[in-house]
């Protein structure tokens, strides 16, 4: 009976060593319902806030030719043929440079007078004249002192764009303020 008892007893351990096995295996496999925190944080990336004095120049531009053309989006004002009548893009680009021309109280600016190649020399140099006395004119009705500004007309002896026909002499009649 001994053989008997010790394969019984061989039995019961191995089944039992099975139901142990099975039951970890279980256990192994119930989901986890813990909430995984990251080993290591994960660090936001710094964003250097501008300074004051960049934060004014992304704003007004610096104070010079450049910075009023970035602040206004343009130095110039371009006119009709003939005429020295600003028209609504003018006015528009001209409230912009007062703008510029408050915050820096200090800039003079030169308005000149520009035309096409058409007309005499005298002819142009006289309406050259009446354009950039129009922006002047329309920039002190804005509120900018006329002691900050002067003009110069130039006539046809200076063209932006050399050329013959309207893409380039429309280029030409123009008034543009030159930061002194």
Request: net charge neutral.
């Amino acid at each position: 009976m001994s053989v008997r008892l010790g394969k019984k007893i061989a039995y019961l351990s191995a089944a039992a060593l099975l139901v142990a096995a099975c039951s970890k295996d279980k256990a192994e496999q119930k989901p986890d319902t813990t909430i995984d925190q990251p080993a290591v944080e994960q660090q936001q990336p710094t964003v250097k806030q501008p300074s004051l004095e960049e934060q004014e120049l992304m704003t007004w531009g610096e104070k010079s030719q450049k910075g009023l053309d970035y602040y206004a989006g343009a130095d110039r004002v371009f006119f009709e043929y003939d005429s020295a009548e600003l028209t609504a893009a003018a006015r528009s680009t001209l409230a912009k440079q007062k703008e510029w021309m408050d915050h820096y109280r200090d800039v003079r600016v030169a308005v000149e007078g520009h035309c096409d190649e058409r007309g005499t020399r005298e002819y142009n140099l006289a309406l050259g004249e009446r354009r950039a006395n129009a922006v002047k004119n329309y920039l002190v009705a804005l509120g900018v002192p006329a002691s900050r500004l002067s003009t110069i007309s130039y006539g046809k002896e200076r063209p932006a764009v050399v050329g013959n026909g309207e893409s380039s002499w429309s280029q030409n009649r123009r008034g543009v303020l030159v930061v002194q």
